[in-house]
């Protein structure tokens, strides 16, 4: 099955798990980039991306080509902000919105528990089929072997 894995990364933890995937999946990864996106860090990094997510802000992606059409089952995953998805997720979905489509979600986060995120992508993912859901608590922290595991283990559910 040809599989790709879309996703946004802020801190690295979403881009190991796509990583992963392409080691586990064979999956080919695309990773959406923000415009101009700010680096910030400690308090400010919360305070403005936590803004964005809750005032549900669509930041514009740096151009990219893509033929969705080429996959059978199509990954989206990103990092859970202010209790919502990355807004990176929502401006993909928004431009490029995905129909009849075999799909999964991930999400990482901090707490482990991505809450109202996961009912917000199921939304944005209205009208495709999503086969699978995972959440990593920031994977970075549980190191590269106990995370190729828990994604080993996921691909085999996604793929049964
Ligand atoms: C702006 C911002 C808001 C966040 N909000 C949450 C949250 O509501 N719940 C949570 O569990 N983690 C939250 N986090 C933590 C990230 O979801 C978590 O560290 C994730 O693994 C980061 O993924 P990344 O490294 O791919 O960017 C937030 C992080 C940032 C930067």
Known sequence: MKILTIYYSYDGNSALIAELLKMSANADTFRLEVENEKRHKGFLKYLF???????????????????????????????????????????????????????????????GDAGKALEQMRAL???????????????????????????????KELLK
């Open 49 to 111: 991306g936590g803004l964005q997510a809750v005032g549900r802000k669509k930041p514009a992606l740096k151009p990219f080509t893509v033929n969705l059409d080429e996959y059978e089952l199509i990954i989206i995953g990103g990092p859970v902000w202010a209790g919502s998805p990355a807004p990176a997720l929502a401006s993909f979905l928004t431009k490029y919105p995905l129909k009849s489509r075999k799909t999964a979600l991930f999400f990482c986060c901090a707490s």
């Open 125 to 155: 993912l209205r009208g495709n089929m999503v086969t699978g859901e995972k959440v990593f608590q920031n994977p970075l922290n549980s190191g590269k072997n106990a995370t190729a595991e828990k994604v080993g283990a996921w691909v």
